[in-house]
């Protein structure tokens, strides 16, 4: 008795060490990232990913769906694409923390103008959906400077103070909230639409309680939560992508998908679900090295 209530005594005092090395060491390195250059802080970041990342068990799962999604490639050229996702990732995962300094440099082509400035005026709710592709943390950019007001939903992380630390870091781009998945998240989220604001999700990761839809020739489970919210609410529903045009070069670009509006609401959640992922695939398709293969996205 005594002896299991001390190994669990042991293993918080581990946990909370663990966690407290994690949040000093993302601190740590948050607080480099904005002494450097960010050119180079985002190079490193990227080169150190591609370096240890290929000898990850991730990687052979990258392998194999780039192999399935493009058969006709060779093996060499499956590894060069991985690789150089690697190298994205990295970068990504380092523009993260510093993506204050990135939008102030100037470093975005906003081409989204076209698609998001009529939702100023029309009142109607807004649903932004979005992909793992570029860097996708600054893809909320264009709804900012147009004053457009947007609620978010994040994955919270084990670690809490990680997860306050990057929240807080998120928090002011998504006016609206900022939301942890769970389960009345969904009900929040309908509410802000039906009201006439604006959500913005990413939708192109594996979703085992979701539809089956065609991906690169293959089905995969797919959340159709954003389509649900843009055809419940007789809302706009709006694609973007962040592409990365060279180092820490940016354009953002935004296409609206048509949402059919039949007597079948199911079908046509499917029907636009369906559409959205033939953009993102089309998308995926132009830059697939920017694009996160070593995600479980097919089963």
């Given at each position: 008795m005594t002896s299991g209530a001390d190994e669990k005594g042991w293993r918080r005092r581990m946990r909370r060490i663990k966690y407290a090395f994690e949040y000093s060491a993302l601190r740590g390195l948050t607080g480099v990232l904005h002494i450097l250059p960010i050119d180079f802080g985002s190079w490193l970041m990227g080169t150190i990913w591609r370096l240890i990342a290929p000898h990850l068990r991730r990687h052979e799962r990258a392998l194999r769906q780039l192999a399935a999604a493009y058969p006709e490639k060779s093996r060499a050229e499956i590894e060069a694409i991985a690789r150089a996702m690697w190298m994205q990732l990295g970068r990504t995962f380092a523009e993260a923390l510093i993506s204050e300094r990135i939008v102030r440099a100037g470093r975005i082509d906003d081409r989204a103008g076209l698609q998001l400035d009529p939702l100023k005026t029309s009142g109607r709710g807004c649903v932004f959906v979005s992909l793992h592709t570029g860097n996708w943390e600054l893809v909320i950019y264009p709804t900012l400077v147009r004053g457009?007001?947007?609620?978010?939903?994040?994955?919270?992380?084990?670690?809490?103070?990680v997860d306050d630390y990057v929240m807080l870091a998120r928090r002011d781009r998504y006016s609206r909230g900022l939301f942890p998945k769970g389960n009345d998240v969904a009900r929040k989220l309908m509410r802000i639409v039906r009201d006439g604001g604006a959500v913005a999700l990413l939708a192109d990761l594996r979703d085992r309680r979701g539809i089956m839809i065609p991906f690169f020739g293959r089905p995969a489970p797919t959340t159709p939560f954003p389509a649900?919210?843009?055809?419940?609410?007789?809302?706009?529903?709006?694609?973007?992508r962040c592409v990365r045009t060279g180092g820490v070069h940016f354009y953002i670009?935004?296409?609206?998908?048509?949402?059919?509006?039949?007597?079948?609401r199911?079908?046509?959640?499917?029907?636009?679900?369906?559409?959205?992922?033939?953009?993102?695939?089309?998308?995926?398709?132009?830059?697939p090295e920017q694009w996160m293969w070593a995600h479980r996205r097919w089963g």
């Open positions: 457009i007001k947007a609620a978010g939903v994040y994955q919270r992380m084990k670690n809490p103070k649900l919210l843009a055809r419940s609410n007789d809302a706009e529903l709006i694609a973007a670009e935004a296409e609206v998908i048509d949402v059919p509006r039949t007597a079948d199911d079908a046509d959640i499917d029907e636009a679900t369906r559409r959205i992922h033939v953009l993102f695939e089309q998308w995926i398709r132009e830059h």
